[in-house]
């Protein structure tokens, strides 16, 4: 944490569940999770991260398509994802504001207690839950019936395993399948 401070930026240290500290300057867009001084693996997520990290782009349509946050924003997006996933597991969540930092490319850093393999499954079963509240709200029958017939397959931890296993989540290019 010897960096010089930019003037105007916040601390970049940030607190982490388990009492460690990272440096939000060490964290970039192509890191999925980092090992701690404390021997765990925190999952890091960055606002840029598409929802398309967790979950396929059918998914993401009917998230947007049918769940509506409860801020100004159009569309829900990772920053509201994560919202959810600190309501859920409020003690396991550290969470730094970036946007008045220069030195970063993105605006916002969760880093989580679990790895990124369990958050992958707690995003996953979340976001399942979320869906089925609003698209049983939904007045398009033809989006409830194809949201079903899908979820009628859904395991979420095999799924997990599929979407990692199909993902190089080394490639900070890493794109949807
Ligand atoms: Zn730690």
Not at 6 to 12: A, I, L, N, T
Not at 50 to 78: I, N, Y
Request: glycine share 4%; hydrophobic share 40%; with cysteine.
């Amino acid at each position: 944490m010897a960096e010089p401070r930019v003037p105007g930026s916040r601390d970049s240290a940030l607190e982490l569940p388990c009492g460690e500290h990272a440096d939000t300057h060490d964290l970039h867009l192509g890191m999925r999770e980092f090992d701690c001084a404390c021997g765990g693996t925190h999952a890091v997520v960055l606002d840029p991260h598409p929802l398309a990290r967790f979950v396929p782009e059918f998914l993401v349509e009917v998230l947007q398509a049918t769940v509506e946050p409860s801020d100004d924003h159009d569309e829900f997006t990772t920053v509201h994802l994560l919202g959810v996933v600190m309501e859920e597991f409020p003690d396991s969540v550290a969470v730094a504001d970036t946007s008045e930092d220069g030195a970063v490319g993105y605006s916002m850093a969760w880093v989580t207690e679990f790895d990124s393999r369990r958050l992958h499954e707690i995003v996953v079963e979340l976001l399942v839950e979320l869906m089925e509240h609003a698209v049983s709200h939904a007045e398009d029958d033809a989006v409830m019936d194809e949201f079903e017939a899908q979820m009628l397959e859904f395991d979420v931890a095999t799924f997990v395993d599929e979407y990692r296993a199909e993902r190089d989540f080394e490639d900070r290019h890493d794109s949807a399948v």
